[in-house]
């Protein structure tokens, strides 16, 4: 989702160099890879919302980071020495709001519908980058974002569950945390070695939830199998998709495409799991979109506009 400094969204910033060369991938086109990746994510999601009765969310989430940490490690292979107390605290900090990221948002879609958790969530880093534009164009995309919250909500969440609201939205904050931070780690470690780092910080802190959730049920091979299923798609496949495509696309078009992804966890939810919107629930997530894809271009037309004549 758009930022007011990265207009592309950072999970892919984050995994730059972790991927040596395109490819046979490369063949898809820029446009395909990310569509791609953005489906990897949402169907990923959709796989996780059916492992939650064997393994629990924080199971979920506790094996999604741990396989997504292993492979992440193995490829990038991140020094460890010759990092200063602040190098070490950016990332860990990193570390620690990836896992409340993702340990909130699979708690909201222990509760709610995929598409409507996508459509609050993705409120987080719209929010961030209407504020650190301070246009008054901006009102607009707040406006829609939140005429498209009321729409989803009934007029007060009736049809929702509230915590899962709650957390949808907690998930939100920590993506537009997310998005600061992994910049951050980008700027002081190089190529992937930052995000591989926080990934492990992220797991060592959600194996103890996870265990104590579900115990003996993660290591059943099952289990074991569908959640490393879950890391693939919901992590190692998108951040290769969208790095491959970051080579050949503009940073603009990749972030409004990135605001499709309401849209795509929609169709996931209906697929897999039978989640079907009302009328009104589509129409909400369309204003979500339009307004993302509104505040991406506003900012998108603010840098060009301050860049000097050649």
Same mark, same amino acid.
């Given at each position: ?5 990265? /207009?592309? $969204? ?5 995994? #730059? ?5 395109? !490819? ?22 959709? *796989?996780?919302?059916?492992? =939650? ?34 190098? @070490? ?8 709001? =990836?896992?409340?990221?993702? !340990? ?17 969530? /993705? ?13 008054? /164009?901006? +009102?607009? @995309? ?32 920590? @993506?537009?945390?997310? %998005? ?13 070695? !930052?995000?591989?780092?926080? =990934? ?23 289990? *074991?199998?569908? !959640? ?7 992590? /190692?496949?998108?951040?290769? +998709? ?40 589509? #129409?909400?997530?369309?204003?979500? %979109?339009?307004?993302? =894809? ?10 060009? #506009?301050?860049? $000097?004549?050649?």
């Amino acid at each position: 989702m758009s930022t007011s400094d990265t /207009v592309t $969204p950072t999970r892919s910033d984050a995994a #730059a160099g972790a991927v040596r060369g395109p !490819g046979r991938l490369g063949s898809l086109g820029p446009v395909g890879l990310v569509l791609a990746g953005g489906v990897s994510v949402q169907f990923g999601g959709a *796989l996780a919302v059916t492992l =939650m009765p064997r393994a629990g969310a924080l199971g979920v989430v506790a094996l999604r980071l741990l396989v997504a940490a292993v492979v992440l490690l193995l490829v990038c292979r991140p020094r460890l020495r010759g990092h200063s107390r602040a190098d @070490w605290g950016t990332v860990v900090v990193f570390g620690v709001t =990836m896992a409340a990221m993702n !340990g909130l948002f699979y708690q909201a879609v222990a509760r709610i519908p995929l598409g409507p958790a996508v459509t609050l969530e /993705v409120l987080g880093p719209l929010a961030l980058s209407v504020l650190a534009s301070r246009r008054a /164009v901006n +009102l607009v @995309w707040a406006g829609l974002a939140l005429a498209g919250v009321f729409l989803l909500g009934g007029g007060g969440f009736g049809g929702l569950d509230p915590a899962g609201v709650a957390f949808a939205l907690g998930a939100g904050a920590m @993506w537009a945390a997310y %998005i600061v931070f992994s910049a951050r780690t980008g700027r002081r470690f190089p190529q992937a070695d !930052g995000l591989a780092l926080a =990934m492990a910080v992220g797991a060592l802190l959600f194996l103890p939830l996870g265990i104590a959730e579900s115990g003996a049920k993660l290591a059943d091979p099952v289990t *074991l199998g569908l !959640g490393a299923a879950v890391a693939l798609l919901s992590s /190692v496949l998108p951040y290769t +998709l969208e790095l491959l495509a970051l080579r050949r696309l503009p940073a603009s078009t990749f972030a409004v495409l990135m605001s499709l992804e309401p849209a795509l966890a929609a169709t996931a939810g209906f697929l897999v799991l039978g989640q079907a919107l009302s009328v009104t629930e589509a #129409a909400a997530v369309a204003l979500v %979109i339009a307004a993302s =894809m509104g505040a991406v271009r506003t900012q998108v037309g603010r840098r060009a #506009a301050a860049k $000097p004549a050649a």
